[in-house]
């Protein structure tokens, strides 16, 4: 009976926290994850974002919009390099140079990319 | 893209998302101008990628590469703004070849309205192999000076994407999509 009980308030703790998630996550998230998978990187969340920040940890924040989009409002401590979608196929060696002059030697830093929204 | 980096996260939230829950931050005033009927237009340089063949639709005289809207000898032209992974500005496309054959069959308006196209965001080749793709017969051309044109915010209430018509000496007198003209041109 006990044994019963204890699968039942599991089931139901998992049932109301697969919800809640539900509820904050965003439709899209899934697709983003499908697409983040498929070019290898991760997402993070505005509150994981958000720990970073508070947590003052190094990292490197990338706004890839236009320059006139990231003058007009950034995040904080933000850099801007404009990246088009065309550039997922080919990077200009130019544009790649800058790219990693940008972000520095070390390929274990962490880096925050964003651009205007996922649509 | 592939750069080596080990620990890269995409907040997919993006600018907006982040905006959207906190108010404060490094946000800026926009302080865009408006570009409204009877504007001039903003200053733009092009460089003729099908030399002769552009040169002679757009009539212009002399024999340089480059170019700038005031060397176009019509009274109108149509620019249209557009992305190649743009969906809507494929569909735009169709629209716009539409309304060029049409300009074509008309003996007066061939002169007098001149249709191109300007790649936002594409370079020379990119600009090159979209208009053999589209089988587009009007002048296409890379970005030059579509981020000037983007830094404006476009009229309040026009109903174009990305089309912009103008007076040749650069002094702008409407804004709105050629699926609008074609409805006009048809007694829509």
């Known amino acids: ?119 | 893209m592939r750069l080596g980096y080990n620990r890269v996260h995409r907040l997919p939230h993006g600018y907006f998302g982040w905006r959207a829950a906190h108010s404060s931050g490094e946000d800026v005033q926009e302080t865009l101008p408006q570009l409204t009927v009877g504007d001039f237009f903003p200053s733009c340089h092009l460089v003729l990628l099908s030399y002769s063949r552009d040169k002679d639709y757009l009539q212009i005289q002399h024999d340089e590469k480059t170019f700038s809207l005031e060397d176009i000898q019509s009274e109108y032209i149509l620019i249209e703004l557009y992305n190649e992974y743009c969906h809507q500005c494929l569909k735009e496309v169709k629209e716009y070849k539409a309304f060029y054959a049409l300009l074509t069959e008309d003996s007066f308006l061939h002169n007098q309205v001149k249709i191109m196209g300007i790649g936002v965001g594409s370079k020379k080749r990119q600009v090159a192999k979209f208009r053999k793709q589209q089988t587009i017969d009007f002048p296409l051309f890379e970005k030059d000076c579509s981020r000037s044109i983007r830094s404006y915010k476009k009229q309040k209430g026009a109903t174009g994407e990305g089309s912009i018509s103008g007076e040749r000496k650069g002094r702008l007198v409407l804004i709105m999509a050629c699926e609008n003209i074609l409805k006009k041109k048809n007694g829509g």
Request: charged share 30%; hydrophobic share 40%; proline share 3%.
């Open chain 1, 1 to 119: 009976m006990t044994k019963h009980l204890m699968s039942l308030i599991l089931s139901l703790s998992l049932l109301f926290a697969g919800i809640a998630l539900a509820k904050e996550m965003p439709l899209w998230w899934e697709q983003a994850e499908a697409e983040a998978g498929r070019e290898g990187y991760d997402l993070i969340t505005l509150e994981e974002l958000e720990s970073l920040y508070q947590a003052d940890r190094d990292f490197m924040i990338l706004d890839v919009r236009p320059d006139y989009e990231y003058k007009r409002g950034h995040l904080p401590k933000a850099a801007n390099l404009e990246f088009h979608l065309g550039e997922r196929l080919t990077l200009d060696p130019v544009k790649r140079k800058e790219f990693e002059k940008l972000l520095g030697s070390d390929k274990d830093r962490t880096i925050v990319i964003y651009c205007r929204s996922f649509r």
